[in-house]
């Protein structure tokens, strides 16, 4: 019998790599859109984001990079998108990258974003008018506590959420009335967020 032949694993990203290939997306956007207006400003949330920030271990890797809010979001929108998801794929080949490794799917829970998260959003690479962001940590935290997974309930554990940060996300989702689009989801996040910041109590004593 000949043997079974595995897949290639998926390449990963870490911190260094992820800055490295999305300076290298950056700067052909801004070469191409050189003139243009308004700027454009991206921002990058998951395991990619949070590496880009430093707020994950730096032994951490993650196979993409997911764009939570991209602008302008108008009439233009969808032609930024084509250029940098052209782009995109060109780098991809460079860096062994799969095609689709620069995504958009965070989009659709943009409105898990705190309110004045663009205010507190860090920039971490600018190329002319093309501007990289992650959120803030607090920001970044409670889109964790939003998703719920086991692996992002670890995060939130690594980085060791502090009880003002803990006080600000309370406070955030209690500003929020029932239109809201994530309403149905709060009562969930502050249950997990609770969890944690006990068993952080726990841990410490």
């Known amino acids: ?3 079974m032949e595995l897949p290639d ?22 070469h191409r859109r050189r003139g243009a207006a308004p700027p454009v400003d991206l921002l990058i949330v998951g395991g990619a984001g949070g590496l880009l920030a430093g ?13 939570m809010v991209w602008s302008p979001a108008d009439a233009h929108s969808a032609e930024l998108w084509r250029q ?14 799969p095609p689709d490794w620069l995504n958009r799917g965070a989009g659709v829970f943009e409105h898990r974003l705190l309110p004045g998260w663009a205010e507190r959003r860090i ?14 940590r607090v920001d970044y935290l409670a889109l964790k506590l939003f998703a719920g997974r086991d692996v992002d309930l670890d995060d939130v554990l690594t980085m060791g959420m502090t009880r003002d940060e803990a006080t600000f996300v309370r406070r955030a989702l209690e500003s929020w009335d029932a239109n809201h689009f994530a309403a149905h989801t709060v009562a969930g996040t502050m249950e997990r967020l609770e969890a944690v910041m006990l068993a952080q109590e726990e841990t410490s004593s």
Not at 86 to 92: T, Y
Not at 123 to 136: D, K, M, Q
């Open 1 to 3: 019998m000949l043997p």
């Open 9 to 30: 694993p998926m390449p990963q990203l870490s911190r260094q790599s992820i800055g490295e290939v999305l300076g290298r997306v950056a700067a052909r956007l801004s």
């Open 84 to 97: 940098l998801d052209e782009i995109a794929r060109s780098v991809a080949d460079e860096f062994d990258l």
């Open 123 to 136: 920039f971490l690479i600018e190329h002319g008018p093309v501007r990289i962001s992650s959120p803030s």
């Open 55 to 67: 707020y994950l271990p730096p032994g951490r890797t993650t196979q993409d990079c997911d764009v």
